[in-house]
């Protein structure tokens, strides 16, 4: 069983920066693989940025370049980074953690245990 909780989120201009945090329990932290993904008002959830236990991450293509993923196994934190920040970026961000493995899944059914979502507003 994992318990993930977000933190970070918050109401900024375009152009601002964020970095989001995941704080995670359990003691295998390392051996999950872990995502971002996001959800709009009236649109479906989306996947944002993952990285398995070995440190490889994979983007959407709508954020490559923009945000960054990482984790610290040390402290079973994941985080997002995101700069540049755009109105279109609006979104509740959830973290979520999925089976250990080198595949990093971009499907919500990929991962088995989720945050309760944090907000990010960006405004004009």
């Known amino acids: 069983q994992v318990q993930l909780v977000e933190s970070g989120g918050g109401l900024v201009q375009a152009g601002d920066s964020l970095r989001l945090s995941c704080a995670a329990s359990?003691?295998?932290?390392?051996?999950?693989?872990m995502g971002w993904f996001r959800q709009a008002p009236g649109k479906d959830r989306e996947f944002v940025a993952g990285?398995?236990?070995?440190?490889?991450?994979f983007y959407a293509d709508s954020v490559k370049g923009q945000f960054t993923i990482s984790r610290d196994n040390a402290k079973n934190t994941i985080y997002l980074q995101m700069n540049t920040l755009k109105p279109e970026d609006t979104a509740a961000y959830y973290c979520?953690?999925?089976?250990?493995?080198?595949?990093?899944?971009?499907?919500?059914?990929?991962?088995?245990?989720w945050g309760q979502g944090t907000q990010v507003t960006v405004s004009t």
């Open positions: 359990g003691r295998t932290f390392s051996s999950y693989v």
């Open positions: 990285i398995n236990g070995d440190g490889w991450t």
């Open positions: 979520a953690a999925g089976p250990g493995s080198l595949r990093i899944g971009v499907r919500s059914r990929d991962y088995n245990y």
